[in-house]
């Protein structure tokens, strides 16, 4: 078992390794569910807005995950905490799996998405114990592999359920946080707590930092909106390639969400240039890559060039904005890394289930273009935000 980690003395290739191979494989429970919602409306023979229940549940889990768990990494040994976390995944996802109803799969996804916050202890980690000059690398590496992570659950899950059924994605996805849990026991360092009190008193100083760095607050926002926008494709996708001229499964759907990959890859780029670009350009360039990935999404939406294009550019842009607004916020104060975190991704998650909830019903009142409607709007909210900011407050440019 690895020391003790120390501030300032830099993290070693293979822990980082090890981080960013169980942040992938961790986030991906959040999301088999979007290939396989088809699949899933099927046999429990249940509408598709009962159905997005399922996404809109996960989203909320992970939200209230990262509210509630993921300042306890000030206060208590992160490495219980991420244990603990991939113990009860093992449970819900067996009971996804077992699932005889839409109830009882509602409640173990939601349990679900609480637990697959581990990736945002893992990130605080790397920012806080890298060195100064390999921060931005070793954040954009671990962001990578939680893109690789959420792209390549699509794929596999869209693939296993199309040929075995999606009870089966499951009962894989439950081994693999056993053989996560067995290598992050052997191998997982301990990392002391800089929090002393309780924890009542922990979750007032997770308000009180909300209060007091305004560029916290809106680096958190616009991410959020920007992440609704992001994920109103990928809520309705299945239901949109079901439909003509397409009249494709889940496996096609998974493989759509490799075009995805260029994200990740943007994500290991993005880090190295984030200080050199600014917060506001990165977020500008988002926020008009994710515009036009709408307008392409619209205009050529019976088109697999345009479906694929539009993933594209969408990633991209959705990278730019997560990566530049969090790499910046992890650096506002280093001894409460996982209290200024739990701000930005609960708010970042509150804007994924809100723009997850809005597509599901403007699928159901206006159906793809009702989708591309409220991923415009929102995204236009993100980028008038950060204009309001860039002209408010000059000396952050």
């Known amino acids: 078992m690895s020391s003790t980690l120390q501030n300032d003395k830099g993290i070693s290739s293979h822990l980082l390794w090890i981080i960013t191979l169980t942040t992938g494989l961790s986030i991906a429970n959040l999301y088999y569910c979007q290939p396989l919602l088809g699949l899933i409306q099927h046999e429990f023979n249940i509408s598709e807005l009962l159905t997005n229940t399922i996404s809109i549940v996960s989203q909320a889990g992970y939200a ?8 306890l990494g000030d206060m208590l040994k992160r490495r219980n905490i991420i244990l603990a976390n991939f113990g009860l995944l093992v449970f819900s996802l067996l009971v996804i799996a077992f699932s005889p109803n839409i109830y009882v799969l509602l409640v173990a996804s939601f349990i679900t998405g609480v637990c697959a916050v581990t990736p945002q202890l893992f990130l605080p980690l790397v920012s806080q114990f890298s060195t100064p000059e390999t921060k931005n690398t070793n954040v954009g590496i671990v962001v990578s592999g939680l893109l690789t992570g959420i792209l390549a659950s699509r794929v596999v899950s869209g693939f296993i359920g199309e040929l075995y059924g999606w009870r089966t994605m499951y009962i894989i996805a439950a081994l693999i946080m056993v053989a996560c849990f067995l290598v992050l026991y052997s191998q997982f360092p301990f990392v002391l707590p800089n929090f002393t009190g309780k924890y009542s008193k922990l979750m007032k100083s997770v308000l009180a930092i909300a209060r007091e760095e305004p560029k916290l ?18 809520a309705m996708l299945a239901f949109k390639m079901a439909e003509p001229p397409f009249y494709a499964g889940g496996t096609v759907v998974g493989l759509l969400g490799l075009c995805g990959a260029s994200g990740a890859v943007a994500a290991s780029i993005i880090g190295k240039y984030v200080s050199r670009i600014g917060l506001y350009r990165i977020n500008f360039m988002g926020t008009l890559l994710i515009f036009a990935a709408w307008v392409n999404l619209y205009v050529f939406q019976n088109f697999y060039t345009g479906i694929i294009l539009g993933i594209i550019v969408l990633d991209v842009g959705m990278q730019c904005i997560q990566l530049g607004n969090q790499t910046v916020v992890l650096t506002l104060r280093p001894s409460a890394v996982n209290r200024v975190n739990t701000v930005f991704m609960t708010t970042y998650f509150v804007g994924g289930a809100l723009g997850t909830t809005l597509t599901g019903f403007a699928w159901s009142l206006w159906r793809w273009e009702g989708v591309v409607l409220v991923g415009l709007i929102l995204i236009t909210f993100s980028f008038v935000i950060n204009l309001y900011q860039y002209l408010t407050n000059k000396e952050l440019k």
């Not at 209230?64 to 300042?71: D, S, V």
């Not at 926002?221 to 494709?233: E, H, I």
């Open 217 to 234: 607050r809106f680096a958190a926002t616009k991410s959020g909106l920007a992440f609704g926008s992001f994920l109103s494709l990928w």
């Open 64 to 71: 209230l995950g990262l509210l509630f768990i993921i300042p």
